[in-house]
C-alpha cells in the first residue's frame, strides 16, 4: 500500500511560484513511476506532469510547458512540482499520483493522494 501526502499549495498572485511537495511511504518508491494532476472547480481531472522512475525522463501537458517543472528526491521518497509564471487559469486542486512499474509517459495511477488547493488571483 502506498500513502500519498502533497503539500505546498495556497493563495498567490499572477506571475508567482509555488513549490508543491508530495511525500510517499513504502519501500520501492523508485519503482514508482509519479505524476501531478489537477482538477478544476466544474471540470474533469486533467494531467499536468509525469516522471520516470529514475527522474530521467519527464512530460508535460502543453499548457505548463516551460512553466512547471517535476523532480523526485528518491533518497527522501518525495517528488516535487515547481510552478513558476502561475496563472489564474492555473487555479485547482492539485493531486499526486504514483504507479507502481508504471510508465511516465502514458502514466495510470494506481495511488492518489488527497489533493492541496492553489489559487491563482489576477
Known amino acids: 500500500q502506498v500513502q500519498l501526502v502533497e503539500s505546498g499549495g495556497g493563495l498567490v498572485q499572477a506571475g508567482d511560484s509555488l513549490r508543491l511537495s508530495c511525500a510517499a511511504s513504502?519501500?520501492?518508491?523508485?519503482?514508482?513511476?509519479l505524476g501531478w494532476f489537477r482538477q478544476a472547480p466544474g471540470k474533469d481531472r486533467e494531467f499536468v506532469a509525469a516522471?520516470?522512475?529514475?527522474?530521467?525522463?519527464?512530460y508535460y501537458v502543453d499548457s505548463v510547458k516551460g512553466r512547471f517543472a517535476i523532480s523526485r528526491d528518491n533518497a527522501k521518497n518525495t517528488v516535487y512540482l515547481q510552478m513558476n509564471g502561475l496563472k489564474p487559469e492555473d487555479t485547482a486542486v492539485y493531486y499526486c499520483?504514483?504507479?507502481?512499474?508504471?510508465?511516465?509517459?502514458?502514466?495510470?495511477?494506481?495511488?492518489w493522494g488527497q489533493g492541496t488547493q492553489v489559487t491563482v488571483s489576477s
Open positions: 499520483a504514483a504507479e507502481v512499474y508504471g510508465s511516465a509517459h502514458t502514466i495510470r495511477p494506481d495511488y
Open positions: 513504502g519501500r520501492s518508491f523508485s519503482m514508482y513511476a
Open positions: 516522471i520516470s522512475t529514475s527522474g530521467g525522463s519527464a
